[in-house]
């Protein structure tokens, strides 16, 4: 059952009441807010509402709602529809400008191929996954791969902004099968900004282990990595390979 896209608002009882066993999928409607706490009581029964929308605007003059897929954000707290992530969800499906993670802790590795913001809400928005599904190459022109919590892939237009989260490797105890690396988080080809993100928790098993790692061989790119933390890795904190890598690095801890 899908219910999505809609304006949900202004209801006497709930905005949406699941009495059936299976769960509805209701991503994607603006619920008259964005606030994490209030959506819940607009709902009943078992209903995935996870990513809404930030705004509520109707984006055409035709009949319905056609909706403003800009601004998203996610919660651990909905139950989940399917096997996507929660955060990956909404990576897929905003169209232009932000994620907005909201507290709690994601167990899902994330990969961003198009330009956005993706924002949490301080150390209290944790990305700790279980388990790396996808290997990347560690840059362009080399055979060896890598496990990254965060991969920020070929964004040459408008570039990835990450900012105000912690990226946990804590929930990863071994290398995963065909990585000869592992990453906190990757840049590859990709513009951008990490701003004010922690990324910590790596295990002596995951070995060498890196907290950022920035690559660039076919385009100019530029990276500016200011306010975060990057501990406890077993090789380096912070690694920019490729002829084409420009980097700002301030005000962090390494």
């Not at 790396?132 to 362009?140: A, G, K, M």
Request: glycine share 10%; hydrophobic share 35%; net charge negative.
């Amino acid at each position: 059952i899908a219910v999505n896209s809609n304006n949900i608002v202004s209801n006497i009882g709930f905005g949406l009441r699941n009495d059936a066993t299976a769960m509805v999928n209701a991503s994607g409607n603006w619920w008259g807010t964005y606030a994490a706490a209030t959506i819940p009581t607009y709902l009943s029964g078992s209903v995935d509402y996870t990513p809404w929308l930030h705004y509520g605007t109707d984006m055409s003059p035709d009949p319905g709602f056609q909706p403003d897929l800009s601004y998203l954000h996610v919660d651990d707290t909905s139950p989940q529809t399917g096997t996507t992530g929660r955060i990956q969800e909404g990576i897929n499906m905003v169209t232009g400008s932000t994620v907005e993670v909201e507290e709690g802790t994601y167990a899902e590795q994330v990969v961003i191929k198009k330009s956005l913001t993706l924002r949490g809400e301080g150390n209290t928005s944790i990305i700790r996954p279980t388990s790396i599904p996808r290997l990347f190459p560690r840059y362009d022109l080399t055979t060896l791969n890598t496990a990254s919590i965060i991969v920020a892939d070929s964004v040459t237009t408008g570039g990835v902004m990450v900012k105000r989260l912690r990226v946990d490797a804590s929930g990863i105890t071994s290398m995963p099968p065909g990585a000869n690396s592992f990453m906190g988080i990757q840049y590859r080809e990709t513009d951008g900004l990490i701003d004010s993100v922690t990324v910590d928790g790596f295990l002596n098993t995951l070995s060498p282990s890196l907290g950022f790692y920035l690559s660039a061989v076919w385009n100019p790119t530029t990276i500016e990595i200011a306010r975060s933390a990057f501990s406890a890795y077993t090789k380096n904190g912070i690694t920019c390979n490729g002829s084409y890598v420009t980097a700002n690095v301030h005000h962090n801890t390494v």
